[in-house]
């Protein structure tokens, strides 16, 4: 891979990088040893803004092609070279359960976002989350992320996913066909775009929570306007969640 050398912070001039930096082609080589560690780049992109520009154009989307390779394939077979929201975000999106705090999105479920070590993204299961209508679209949902026991709640479980060629995706045009509303204090965890509401806009299928193993009006989720998908939704209990997956 042939990257442009850049020995000079060209972003600041109060940087205190004045004595220049390595060249990319150096740190590039150096992440490919640490199998591009995401907190060792994040680390990275608050030294300067050199850095940071870096980590956005180059590191994170290695991350993304190395963590999940045949969907990071899927999601640029359509001719671009790179994806809507930036490769930080979709790289956030992958290791990120967003959770829920201050109450903004998701009433009375209070659950700070974390870190998870690995999920599993599927296109089939994004199937499920689109009206008949739109299911042509493709997009990527992950595996609940389960906080068990939250008192009133009962189970909760987090979901996230991203829309390929979101901008001339179906749902995107039903939402502004439908003048749907942009939430308005609430932006995106991973590309801090304005969110749709996809229960507002009455887009959620009965198949969602099937897929998810849901109570039917216990789901919602919202769609950033660069494709991002975040939701949340309360599980059934385990048998109950198995005898909803057969009917499916």
């Known amino acids: 891979m042939i990257l442009t050398k850049q020995y000079r912070c060209i972003h600041s001039s109060s940087c205190q990088c004045t004595k220049g930096h390595l060249s990319e082609d150096v740190i590039f080589l ?3 040893q640490l199998n591009w560690n995401p907190k060792l780049i994040a680390t990275l992109s608050c030294v300067c803004k050199w850095f940071d520009d870096l980590a956005k154009r180059v590191l994170w989307k290695e991350f993304c092609k190395t963590r999940a390779p045949k969907m990071m394939l899927d999601l640029q077979s359509s001719g671009s070279h ?4 930036n490769w930080r975000a979709l790289g956030k999106m992958l290791i990120y359960c967003s959770g829920c705090s201050g109450g903004r999105l998701f009433n009375n479920v209070q659950i700070p976002g974390h870190f998870v070590y690995r999920t599993r993204f599927s296109r089939t299961s994004g199937k499920s989350f689109l009206l008949p209508q739109c299911r042509t679209d493709i997009l990527y949902v992950s595996d609940p992320c389960e906080h068990l026991d939250q008192g009133d709640e009962g189970d909760v479980g987090f979901f996230r996913g991203v829309f390929k060629s979101f901008f001339v995706s179906k749902v995107r045009k039903m939402l502004i066909d439908r003048a749907a509303k942009l939430h308005p204090t609430a932006v995106c ?3 801090k775009a304005k969110l749709w509401d996809m229960l507002q806009a009455k887009m959620i299928p009965q198949s969602a929570s099937c897929r998810l193993g849901a109570y039917e009006d ?9 494709g991002h998908m975040l939701g949340v939704c309360t599980l059934l209990p385990l048998s109950d969640s198995e005898e909803a997956s057969e009917s499916e």
């Open 30 to 32: 150096v992440f490919q």
């Open 82 to 85: 790179s994806v809507d929201g």
């Open 189 to 191: 965890p991973y590309c």
């Open 218 to 226: 216990c789901i919602e989720y919202y769609v950033c306007l660069n």
